[in-house]
């Protein structure tokens, strides 16, 4: 029987519930790269990461992967609080190098409406890609505003706020090595 995982002390007092292990996140990326490099077998694919939580996924999962792969990066903001669900949404730092005729995967932390996705991959697809094909570790079907079709997917999530593997809440908790919920009066008191 595995032990439950250690919660760095600065979070303690914060965390709710520990909803996905270290030891499960791992066991979900291994297999994702293991499924990347049978798909993309003689591809070169590219991989795309959106900053900045997708760091963390995509570190672990470079280390899965046993065929040669690039990585690149975008950077987007949406223009204010008032518009964080609406779509709008600016380009901070692109990618780069060009992706025409390559082979694209976009990879995610987590896709929750959907929004910031379907910016990306318009974004994307005008720079005449080879294909085109998402994966996200956690996904929140309920909350989806845009359809999106997903190539991998780690672990559905109910609609809750979750934090840890380079998802954050304010800017803290990025650095946990689980994903879990935070206490509700730590949410209210932001
Ligand atoms: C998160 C996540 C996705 C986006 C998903 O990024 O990394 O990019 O939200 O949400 P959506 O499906 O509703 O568009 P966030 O905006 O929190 O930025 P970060 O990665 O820098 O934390």
């Given at each position: 029987m595995t032990s439950p995982p250690s919660i760095p002390s600065f979070a303690q007092a914060d965390i709710?519930?520990?909803?996905?292990t270290p030891d499960e996140i791992q066991a979900k990326i291994a297999a994702w790269g293991e499924a990347i490099s049978r798909d993309y077998a003689g591809l070169s694919p590219v991989l795309v990461g959106i900053l900045k939580g997708s760091v963390f996924v995509l570190a672990d999962l470079l280390r899965h992967i046993t065929i040669p792969v690039r990585l690149d990066f975008i950077a987007i903001s949406s223009y204010g609080p008032q518009t964080r669900?609406?779509?709008?949404v600016r380009l901070l730092k692109d990618l780069d190098h060009s992706i025409e005729g390559c082979h694209v995967l976009v990879v995610e932390d987590i896709i929750d409406t959907g929004l910031t996705l379907s910016y990306v991959l318009r974004q994307l697809r005008q720079r005449r890609p080879a294909s085109l094909a998402v994966g996200t570790?956690?996904?929140?079907?309920?909350?989806?505003l845009v359809d999106i079709p997903l190539r991998y997917v780690g672990f559905e999530l109910p609609d809750e706020f979750v934090v840890g593997y380079g998802l954050d809440f304010r800017g803290r908790y990025?650095?946990?090595?689980f994903i879990a919920t935070l206490r509700p009066e730590i949410l209210l008191a932001a």
């Open positions: 709710a519930r520990i909803l996905i669900h609406s779509g709008v570790l956690l996904n929140k079907p309920v909350r989806r990025r650095n946990l090595p």
